[in-house]
């Protein structure tokens, strides 16, 4: 079977550190082209591929199969138009677009054109994450009534680069926000409301450096109140999740790995064993009637090679696979981004699923 040909755009950190290597460690993948104004640099770390300057080359050709956006956040919406109407399928970094209604305009033309349009949420193949999501799945912490996710760095100086700036899509939220929103849609679905605080805390920000958001399951999981915050001002961070359940308690201390692996100029093949492995796993506290029980929570592997497997296999017309990001997924954590940074008192609804959504000013 022929590899599926693929198209990078974008060679600044998203496209350098993770699409890059991640995409040719996938077998059935291919990194062809790759556009960039970085032509000398590129041309050393993959001699191998074709390098062109303008989207324009990219979208002409008739030997890509998937184009992969990894620019700026304002350039997604046209550039991921121009590509669907070129007859290719869609990667775009998150977040999809600055808008939901630039998302849904895009969901709509990929329809039309039968092509994919999806999201790398590579966030999803965390390792605490996964390993989060097996405690959650197997019950022992009862019904879960707290859970808190936190991205806190200690970054004083605001660095002179485009997410820093005051420009549609930039700032905190439109950057980690995606991950954290798309995680807890994975555990707990869609929320009732949201409420969500920003802050511009470092001096000379342009933009939010701080979040902080709490979604209420009132209806679909009653007393459950989920935390999504983020801080670029935090020299001793604390956990990066806290669940608690009517049984028991899982703290996990400590990010993921692959990030720093990947910067180091780590390149994993899929499946490379060793890779992903958390060497801070979580603590399960569980209460067993007269006595509280405290341990090691379980230990899952990450791999952000598994999101291109996935689309790889989708793509290939594997029989039973889907997509590792599905359209709906996509348009709701755009849902939640938008809403909550109205900030306004809103109601939203969801014509498809039926749902509502409130945000409330804090």
Known sequence: MKPIRVALIGYGNAGRIFHAPLISGV???????????????????????LVVPTPQDVFHRTDVDLVVIATSNESHHPLARQALLAGKHVVVDKPCTVTLAETQDLLSLAEIQGKVLT???????????????EVLESGVLGRIVHFESHFDRYRPEVPNRWREKDLPGSGLWFDLGPHLVDQCLQLFGMPDDISLDLAQQRDGAQVNDYFHAQLRYASSHPGLRVILHASALVPAAGPRFVLHGTQGSLVKY???????????????????SGWGVDPQPGTLTIYRGKWIQTCEGPNVAGDYSRFYAGLQEFLSGKPGSSLPVKATEVLEVMRILELGQQGTSNLMVYPDKCQTLHSRTP
């Open 254 to 272: 400590g990010f993921d790995v692959q990030e720093e692996a990947l910067k180091a100029g780590a390149r994993p093949k899929l499946g490379d």
């Open 27 to 49: 077998p059935g993948l291919l990194l062809a082209v790759v556009c960039s104004s970085k032509l000398e640099q590129v041309r050393r770390d993959w001699p191998q591929t």
């Open 119 to 133: 999201v790398f949420q590579n966030r999803r193949w965390d390792a605490d994450f996964l390993s989060l999501k």
